[in-house]
RNA sequence: GCCUCUGUAGCUCAAUGGAUAGAGCCGCGGACUUCUAAGCCGUUGAUGUAGGUUCGAUUCCUACCGGAGGCACCA
């Protein structure tokens, strides 16, 4: 049934008469890039020619003379070097179409069926401002959930947030110093800026930190503790305001002021994984070829560290259903995620077991780092407003009903696109000018083709063109894409990366228009309804791999 | 100093060890009395340097040069 499958066991038995034996999934089937190179590709040749004591393309030919028919396949090829290429039938590849015609789930896999993972990610800072870096951690780990949530999984989203430590206790004094409201969320930067410059440079301020760290920690003094309270929740509050915008909810929030405390427990109840040292207590991590790190510091407060051990003990506790705890944050962290991790394995190894660190890079300003200490950031509110703007000037002269929420929309899939587009293990040079470009290699390029499809396929069905997939119709680049969007997911799902999504959806929108600007697709000839049906493919395509990305897609534009 | 990541076109990014290294932006040129012009077509232009492994290297290894991040009480 499964073409690609087809072909697979087709070159396994084709090997074992030449003596060679493979297993049908270490056959590597790839797209050629090239479409003239056919549907699928073949390297077997290249790979036991060697092996054999033959040259490549004589290799090549022996295997294809064995190979025979294979249901599916219209033509086999050899090329360059020795490639095998497989060319599918008019047949094969309608069925496919068919399927994205049909199902309302098309593309799904099934990389991890039933599944269930919880995937952390966000993470922004209480009393911080929430930058275009949790913007980017927020994509990147919603896609993620996506992707696995399309491929079978059930998806616990969580979101950790630091509410207690240093940062929070800079933030509070820069609130008492500059007689910040707490109930103004918007001032928090200017605070947390003006108290982490005063601890590193100021030692009467240092200490005044520090105090009000520990009465934090230890709720000990009642107005701190109201202040606390009202900015904590003004904060959460604007940044739950950011995610209803982006499109995510979170199913869990994990504190550290929860986890703290079970960290601490942790460290202490194991002293011999974490011993004293010069008043401290740390994990040794040069005996792993890692490096020592604090967990408790010698005031007795838990460190970054401990909580992250705390946190995710507490996961499991709470969900202990988890086959996975995937946890997507800044790469700066890396080298603390291999300790964390290692220290975890010694404590509760089954935990670290199923511990993912996805790392991915930071999003820079072209004059360099940001930096939440200096005031020099971004935040993601004024970014989704500036885009939101610009967008809404086209926005306006276009078709749409809602144009407030059609230019929101517009906002999101720009930055949302800029950010899934590449790599996310890269850093992400940000240029505002290049985000609030809406042509091209785009979201919004994305979003306009989706729209395009819906609107000739709206226009065909009014005039009574249905969609009916030709079983004998030529196949064009666009239906051979098509074909490839579940391989693509499930890639996409095994190795957690969104953009090969973004990649393809962008291949197909530019296939799907370039041939909408060569043929007329509503008309009076008897392919018409075929035509249509590829647009509604197309449509369909597009529209669960903008799910997928978590770019929203308008109907109309 | 040690560790990790990274270097592709003027710019921003692609390319499971494979075929002629692909897009977009910018620039220049073009088509259209047509279903959404946020669109389409054409065009210039690139693998940091030097070795090595391989039938084949942008990809793997070594060295060097450049960039980023991390390395004890921050997160």
Redo the contacts with the bound molecule.
């Keep these: 049934m499964d073409t690609a499958q087809g072909i697979r066991e087709a070159i396994t038995g084709a090997l074992g008469q030449l003596g060679i034996s493979a297993a049908a999934e270490t056959i ?1 089937l ?1 797209f ?3 479409m ?2 056919g549907d699928y ?1 073949t ?1 077997v040749a ?2 036991f020619a ?1 092996q054999v004591g033959m040259a ?1 393309r004589d290799m090549a030919t022996m295997i294809v003379e064995k190979l025979g028919t294979i249901d599916g396949v219209a033509r086999i090829d050899i ?3 020795g ?1 095998i ?1 497989f060319t599918l039938s008019s047949q094969a590849l309608a069925i496919s179409l068919n399927e994205a015609l049909i199902q309302d789930a098309w593309g799904a896999s099934d990389v991890c069926p039933d599944e269930t993972v919880m995937v952390e990610y966000t993470d922004p ?1 209480p009393f911080k401002a929430f930058h275009i870096g949790h913007l980017m951690s927020n994509t990147i780990g919603e896609s993620i959930a996506r992707l696995l949530q399309f491929s079978g999984a059930k998806v616990i989203r969580a979101n950790y947030q ?1 509410d207690l ?3 929070v206790a800079c933030a509070i004094w820069g609130i008492q110093k500059l007689g910040i409201h707490p109930e103004s969320a918007d001032e928090f930067g200017t605070a947390y800026a003006a108290g982490a410059t005063a601890y590193k440079e100021d030692p009467v301020a240092k200490k005044e930190i520090d105090e009000i760290n520990t009465k934090l920690y230890e709720r000990s003094d009642p107005a701190l503790n109201i202040l606390y309270d009202t900015g904590r929740t003004t904060s959460l509050e604007a940044f739950e305001r950011i995610y209803g915008i982006l499109g995510t909810h979170f199913d869990h929030y994990f504190f ?1 002021s929860q986890t703290a405390p079970i960290g601490k427990n942790i460290v202490i109840t194991h002293p011999d994984i974490f011993p004293e ?4 207590r ?1 994990f040794k991590g040069e005996e792993h070829g890692l ?4 967990f408790i ?3 007795g ?1 838990p ?2 560290e401990a909580k992250e051990l705390g946190l995710e003990k507490l996961k499991k506790d709470l969900y202990p259903e988890t086959k996975l705890l995937i946890i997507v944050t800044g ?6 995620f291999r300790v964390v991790k290692r220290a975890l394995e010694l404590t509760y190894p089954h935990i670290a077991d199923e511990m993912v660190h996805v790392p991915h890079g ?1 999003m820079k300003l072209p004059t360099g ?1 940001m930096s939440s200490r200096t005031g020099d950031v971004i935040t993601g509110e004024s970014l989704l407003r500036e885009l939101a703007a610009a ?1 809404k000037v ?2 306006t002269e ?2 749409a009903g809602d144009t407030e929420k ?1 230019s929101q929309e ?1 906002a999101v899939a720009a930055i949302k696109y800029q950010i899934l ?3 996310s ?5 940000f ?1 505002r000018e ?1 985000s609030l ?6 979201g ?2 994305l979003q ?1 083709t989706y ?2 499809t ?3 396929v709206g ?1 065909a069905h009014m005039q009574g063109i249905e969609s009916r997939v030709d079983m004998n119709a030529e196949p064009t680049e666009v239906v051979r894409l098509i074909h490839r969007f579940p391989a693509v997911v499930e890639q996409a799902a095994r190795d957690l990366k969104p ?1 090969l999504i973004t ?1 393809y959806l ?1 291949s197909l929108a ?1 296939a799907f ?2 041939w ?7 008309d009076t000839s008897e392919h018409a309804p075929h035509k249509v049906a590829v647009t509604a493919a197309v449509n369909r395509t597009l529209k669960n791999g903008l799910w997928i990305l978590g770019i929203p897609a308008p ?3």
């Design positions: 590597t790839e050629p890039a090239d003239a190179h590709a390297n290249l790979v060697k490549p090329a360059g070097p490639f290429n800072n630091g430590g240093v940062h550290e040292s010069e008043g401290a740390v490096h020592t790190r604090v510091n010698a005031k407060i460190t970054y790469n700066e962290v890396v080298d603390f930071m780092k967008a086209r926005v276009s078709r059609l517009v587009k590449q790599d293990s890269k850093d992400i040079v240029d290049r470009s809406l042509e091209g290699d785009s919004p390029y306009y729209a395009r819906g609107a000739v226009k953009h990649q962008l530019s228009n370039s909408y600007a060569q043929v007329q697709i509503i109907e109309k534009m």
